[in-house]
């Protein structure tokens, strides 16, 4: 298995821009979650889906974020309109059990 | 909801001395608790974890003890290696049901001096 795959890896918007992350999960893992990495606020948890389902976005910062997961093999994280403040290293992770989870290589985004 | 707050932030030690990067989880109900390794941009992967109804766990060099008592959780290195410099991050989760919460502490910059 390849792991979890991101992409891209790297974003570099301008302000106001829609920008659409995505994620494949390992085979067979029925938890997907989204995590932010900045260096002020560490890795903080955005949302995570349990087959398919959101189950808590209480991480969600704002209506500007929104996530979905249309199938066990795909998700997207989406920023409308982006901001400066969103700039960050985005990770996608997913686990068999919700315990170990296992981390993409992350999507650097930078919005200009 | 949960805390998790690590120390230290930075830790130096010379090449083959041990480290101990500590942790404190606020919610008793928390019931796993993971170590991740992240290396300069890169992602941050999963080195060893404990369940609660373990004391302690060891995989070679690296050994994890857990007190639920005292709700602290540590991460000790022995024998340090440069190639163990990165930045160590603890969680704690809850598993209930389908829910789960994995909480992360800020992480410590682990820096081996050769």
Redesign the interface.
């Known amino acids: 298995d390849a792991g979890v795959i991101q992409s891209p890896r790297h974003e570099v918007t301008e302000m106001g821009q829609e920008v659409t992350l995505r994620c494949k999960p390992i085979s067979g893992h029925d938890y997907l979650f989204w995590y932010r990495q900045t260096m002020m606020r560490g890795l903080e948890l955005l949302i995570y889906f349990n087959n398919n389902v959101p189950i808590d976005d209480s991480g969600m910062p704002e209506d500007r974020f929104s996530a979905k997961m249309p199938n066990a093999s795909f998700s997207t994280l989406k920023i409308q309109p982006s901001e400066p403040r969103d700039s960050a290293v985005y990770f996608c992770a997913s686990s068999l059990t919700g315990s170990e989870a296992f981390f993409g290589q992350g999507t650097r985004l930078t919005v200009v | 909801g949960e805390n998790v707050e690590q120390h230290p932030s930075t830790l130096s030690v010379q090449e083959g001395d041990s480290a101990v990067i500590k942790c404190t989880y606020s919610d008793s109900a928390s019931n796993?608790f993971?170590w991740?390794k992240q290396e300069l941009g890169?992602?941050?992967?999963?080195i060893i974890?404990i369940r609660s109804n373990v004391g302690e766990k060891k995989d070679q060099r690296i050994a994890v003890t857990l007190n639920k008592t005292a709700k602290h959780f540590s991460l000790h290195i022995t024998e340090t290696q440069p190639e163990d410099s990165a930045v160590y991050?603890c969680a704690a989760?809850i598993?209930s049901g389908?829910?789960?919460?994995?909480?992360?502490?800020?992480?410590t910059q682990l820096t081996v001096l050769p």
């Open positions: 796993y993971p991740y890169k992602r941050p992967q999963l974890d991050f989760s598993s389908s829910a789960r919460q994995l909480t992360f502490g800020s992480g």
